[in-house]
């Protein structure tokens, strides 16, 4: 009895270590995946959408590949008058009104001259994009936030757009309808801050069940390859949720994600690093999914090294594990 004892204070010493499923399969092209975004047609091609390339364009006929170039959403680049036009990022792409609508950003590192802008299709393949330019959200040194990583969501006859990055962390604007630019009468509002690392952005709804699931990431994100953060501030994937899509996200011990909340999802493990960027939606083969890019450290840690990750997500606690 007392050796069993003895074990078992012994085990609440130990460190705690999360244990992570490593990446599915992905086959065809599946590096240079910086931020993706994944849609599917109905006769069931998946369509994915990434930094880079001036929205590079990929399909597949399964999540889990081949992943084929199709070429670029905006090979011109962007209408909308900013330094970064011809450098597109985040893009985030939704089928409304049946025209899918890629909202992408505008800006350079370091800056908060930044612009959401959209381009629509009627099928989202290369060569059939129209840009429309600003979207009614931008940013400059005077604004809380920094207007980049779009992600669209629509409830109950509303378009909400969540947004941001570094600053103030990310924020939330109630859109028009159709969501071609933001409502100019409403001031956007801040869903996730936390004063101690500021490094935040990439939001993602996604409901499942009673709740609407904020993810977002963590961290160093970038030229990996030049320097690297200290152990446990690298990307990262985190969750809050919420009974309503608009605000009050708390994360796994109640704490709010104004207030420096934020449950981890996904982090570094293994060979897998930095992941985040994320998206997650219902996959109708794979169920809920969350799909990423991240660093294989047996390759290299280059921006353009990044690869195209994802996993199932299981929410059987009511919050989402890998």
């Keep these: 009895m007392f050796k069993l004892f003895l074990l078992t204070s012994l085990l609440f010493l130990l460190p705690i ?27 069931g091609t998946y369509f994915r959408f990434s930094t880079g390339g001036k929205i590079a364009i990929h399909t597949a006929p399964d999540l889990r590949g081949p992943w084929t170039y199709k070429g670029a959403a905006l090979p011109n ?10 450098d597109l990022w985040a893009p985030d792409v939704s089928l409304v009104d049946n025209l899918y609508h890629l909202f992408y950003s505008v800006s350079t590192f370091g800056s908060q001259a930044s612009a959401i802008g959209l381009a629509r299709s009627p099928s989202m393949d290369a ?19 920094n207007a980049i990583d779009p992600n669209l969501i629509y409830v109950n006859g509303t378009y909400h757009m969540s947004f941001g990055s570094f600053w103030d962390g990310i924020f939330q604007v ?30 993602a709804l996604f409901r499942y069940g009673e709740y609407y699931y904020l993810f977002f990431s963590k961290g160093q994100c970038c030229g990996l390859d030049r320097s690297r953060p200290a152990a446990g501030k690298e990307y990262r994937i985190m969750v809050c949720r919420s009974g309503v899509s608009t605000g009050g996200f708390v994360d796994k011990s109640g704490r709010a994600c104004t207030n420096g909340g934020g449950t981890v999802v996904l982090e570094s493990h293994g060979w897998v690093y930095g992941p985040g ?46």
């Design 17 to 43: 270590f999360h244990c992570y499923s490593l990446p599915e399969p992905c086959s065809g092209t599946c590096v240079n995946a910086h931020d993706p975004s994944i849609v599917i047609r109905p006769n």
């Design 77 to 86: 680049g962007s209408k909308i008058n900013l330094k970064g036009n011809q």
């Design 127 to 145: 060569g059939t994009w129209t840009d429309l330019g600003a979207a009614g959200i931008s940013s400059d040194a005077t604004k809380r936030y």
């Design 174 to 203: 109630e859109m028009n309808s159709p969501p071609t630019t933001a409502k100019s009468n409403v001031q956007p509002t801040q869903i996730v801050h936390n004063s101690a690392e500021s490094a935040m952005e990439g939001p």
């Design 277 to 322: 960027g994320q998206g997650v939606f219902q996959d109708p083969v794979h169920g809920p999914v969350v799909y990423y890019h991240y660093v294989d450290t047996r390759v290299g840690y280059a921006d353009g090294q990044k690869r195209f990750g994802w996993n199932k997500l299981d929410f059987t606690t009511g919050w989402p594990a890998v």
